[in-house]
């Protein structure tokens, strides 16, 4: 099991090991190897967060997602990255399991937006 941990000035992963799982019953929080993608760590600061959702709603959170730019740039257009019409930085997708309410709250308590769902980029095809 994953579990985001909300700080001060922002949130990152841990995997939760030991007995049943149960931080409560003796498991404990352990770091997360860094991001499989990136390279780099699973923090990051709100201030660097432009965007975050839910896809494909709120009300059915197949894959949460946020986008931030603490990342380097030269690792943004990498994977899904090249689709996301924003444009700067880089995006980050979770498993919706969570309890995407509480994730929603604690985003905006910290003042992160939520611009919406983004949209694929369009590229002509030349001939």
């Known amino acids: ?12 992963f ?3 090991k030991g007995h049943k799982l149960d931080l409560d019953d003796g498991a404990h929080l352990e770091e997360k190897p860094s991001n ?3 390279g780099t760590s699973n923090q990051w600061r709100y201030d660097s967060i432009i965007n975050y959702g839910f896809f494909p709603s709120e009300r059915f959170p ?6 931030e730019t603490d990342t380097p740039e030269e ?3 990498r994977w899904f ?15 919706g399991i969570c309890n995407v309410a509480q994730f929603k709250k604690e985003m905006e308590e910290r003042g992160v937006k939520c611009k919406g769902i983004p949209t694929f980029k369009s590229k002509a095809v030349s001939n």
């Open 14 to 16: 841990y995997n939760i």
């Open 81 to 95: 990255a090249a689709f996301d019409s924003y444009g700067r930085g880089q995006p980050h997708f979770f498993p």
């Open 75 to 77: 690792h943004w257009d």
């Open 36 to 38: 499989y993608v990136t």
């Open 62 to 67: 197949v894959i949460c997602y946020f986008k």
């Open 1 to 12: 099991r994953v579990r985001c941990v909300f700080e001060r000035d922002g949130f990152e």
